[in-house]
C-alpha cells in the first residue's frame, strides 16, 4: 500500500426533508450572499428550488440564481456565472442538481478570485490558489461531484472535456442527501448514474499496487451494493432504500475511500470524455459502452486483477483457463448494464460509426501520448478498445 493523504472535510447532511436545512448550513459556513446554480428544469418542476429558497430566507440570507446548466456542462454557462458571482458579491456557491451543475457551481467558485480565465486552471496553465465555498443539494446519484475535489468542463469552441481536481479548495462545505429527490429521475438517469459510480470504483480497483486488500473489499462490496440496488430502483423508483443506498454510494465511490494507497487508472473516463464532448452523449452511458471493451482489451495485457474482479464481483467459479474467468466477468458486467437498458456498444449509444481518429487525436493531445497505468496506453491501443466498443 502506498503512503496517501485522505482528506473528506465535507459535512453530509443525509436523509428525508433535509433539504429544509440548507439555509441554516449556509449561515453555519458563514455566507451572507448566496448565488443558487441549477440545471435544465427537473429542481423547479419538482418544487425543490421554492423550498430552496424558502429555507435561505427564513436564515435571513439573500440570494441570486443561475439556471440552464446543461448536462456536460459547458465553459458559457461558467463566464456567465463569474460576471454575476462578482456583480452580486456572492461569498456561496449553492448548487442544486447533479454533476454536471456542481461542476459550474465549482468552476465559477475558482473563476471568481482569479484575475485570468478560468479555463487556464483546466489547461494546467494556472493553478487554483483561492475559490469561493461551494455547497450542494444534491438530486442524481453519479459523478460524485458531492464529495470530490474534482470538476469536470467542456469548452465548447475546441469540444476539449477536461478536468480539474483541488480537494482543498473545491470540495463543498457541506453536502445535503435526501434520496426522495431522486424519486422523479428518469430510468435512464438512474441507470446512467450507476454506470458512472461502478466506473469509479473500477477506475481505482485496476491498480497494480499491491497490498491493498482493505481498498480492494471496500471496493467490491460497493460495488456489489450497487449490483443490488440499482434493479431495485429501476423497478420502483420509489423504493427509498433503494434510492438512499445508491445516492451514498455514489459519494463513497467517488471520495477517494476506495482509492487510497494505491495508483489510480482512470484511462476509460478519458476515453469517454471524448465521447461526451463530441457526440454529447450521458456520461454514464459513455463509460457503459466503453468500460467493458477496456475491460476486454486488458484481458491479454494484464490479467489478474480482472480474474479477482470476475470471481470477487461477478461470482464467476475460480476454476479453469483464467481468461475464460475474466471474460465471464466481463460478459456479466455487460449483461448487468444490458439489464438497466444501458447501450454496451457504440451502436446501441446510437453513434454506428464514431469518427475513431478523431477521438484518439483529441484524447492523445488533451491528455498526453500515453494514458492510464494499469497499462499505459498508446494510440494504437486506444483506437483498438474504441475499435472493440464498435
Ligand atoms: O438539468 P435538469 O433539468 O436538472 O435535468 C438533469 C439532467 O438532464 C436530470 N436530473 C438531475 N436530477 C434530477 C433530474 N431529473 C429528474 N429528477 C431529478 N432529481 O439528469 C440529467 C443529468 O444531470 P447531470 O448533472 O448531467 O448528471 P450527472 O450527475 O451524471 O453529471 C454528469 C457530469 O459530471 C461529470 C460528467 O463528465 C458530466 O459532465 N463528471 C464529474 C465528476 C466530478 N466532478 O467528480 C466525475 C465524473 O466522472 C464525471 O466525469
Ligand atoms: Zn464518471
New binding site residues.
Partial sequence: MNNFVFYSPTEFVFGKDTEGQVGELSQKYGARKVMIV??????QR?GLLDRVKASLDKAGLSWCELGG?????TDGKVYQGIELAKKENIDLLLAV???????TAKAIAAGVPYSGDFWDFFEGKAKVEAALKVAVVL??P????EG?G???ITKEATLQ?L?IKVPGLLRPVFSIMNPE??Y???PF?TA??AA?MM??IMERYFSNTPDVELTDRISEGVLKAIIEEAPKAMKNPQDYGARANLMWAGMVA?NDTCGVGREEDWSS?ALE?EV?AVYGV???AGLSVIFPAWLTWMTTHNLPKLVQFAVRVWDVPAEGNPEAVALEGIRRLRRFFSSLELPITFRELGIPEPDIDLLVNSLHRNKGELLGNYVKLTRQDTAEIYRLAL
Avoid: E, F, M, R
Wanted: proline share 6%.
Fill in positions: 441549477y440545471g435544465g428544469g427537473s429542481a419538482s446548466v446543461q448536462p456536460n456542462p442538481g447533479g454533476g454536471s451543475v456542481i461542476d438530486t442524481i453519479a459523478a460524485g461531484s470530490s474534482n470538476a469536470v472535456k478536468g429527490l431522486t422523479t429521475l428518469p438517469q446512467c448514474g458512472d466506473a469509479h467517488h473516463h470524455h461526451s450521458a456520461h454514464g
